[in-house]
């Protein structure tokens, strides 16, 4: 797996402080899809957990996950097997399982996050921002389904937006809540 690379920051970003290295790994997949329109998605998604794992409200130590790049048909079938839903969906997250347990190398395993390429794209055309920073938003919010957080509630949406904000902020991009407003 390869491992997320350190940014260093000037302490004025709460996501730019300096962690230690390899706090998350990801390990990037090509499922399916045409990914294409987006040549730098292995590297976008290890900017955006990069981004993520240097946040200090996020305490997870030691972590790994990983992210599948897939086809809106691939997504929609895990969405209808496991969400019984049957429509394509930009990202799904799954959360590792209880008895996951740790990795060989004593990482805590956090799971799966699911994107659909025809659908990020689509999604990034019909809003008129670039492809790489909503794709990075999905990853981010992918993972932070992974950690814990749920946007199911108003309280906890608040939460998870804002975490999003704040670590999407540390990558350059716009607040995407502020451009849905």
């Known amino acids: 797996m390869p491992a997320i690379s350190e940014a260093a920051g000037d302490g004025s970003d709460p996501c730019a ?3 230690p290295p390899e706090r998350l790994l990801l ?27 240097r946040h200090p409200a996020l305490t997870f130590t030691a972590a790994s996950a990983c992210v599948a ?3 809106a048909d691939a997504v929609r ?23 996951a347990g740790r990795l060989e190398d004593g990482r805590e395993m956090l799971g799966d996050v699911v994107l659909a390429a025809e659908v990020v794209r689509a ?3 019909d809003a008129g921002i670039a492809p790489k920073h909503h794709f990075q938003h999905l ?8 950690i814990g957080y749920d946007h199911e509630q108003d309280d906890e949406a608040a939460v998870m937006e804002g975490l999003e904000v704040e670590i999407l902020h ?6 995407p809540y502020a451009q849905a407003a």
């Open 170 to 175: 540390a990558l350059g991009i716009a607040d």
């Open 17 to 19: 402080a300096a962690e």
């Open 139 to 146: 990853v981010v919010h992918g993972l932070l389904h992974l």
């Open 77 to 99: 079938r895990l969405n209808r097997d496991y969400r019984q839903k049957d429509t394509a969906t930009n990202v799904l997250s799954f959360p590792a399982t209880d008895t």
């Open 27 to 53: 390990e990037i997949v090509h499922e399916s899809g045409d990914w294409g329109w987006l040549a730098e998605a292995e590297a976008a998604a290890m900017e955006a957990a990069a981004a993520l794992a």
């Open 69 to 71: 790049l897939s086809s």
């Open 123 to 125: 999604e990034a055309d």
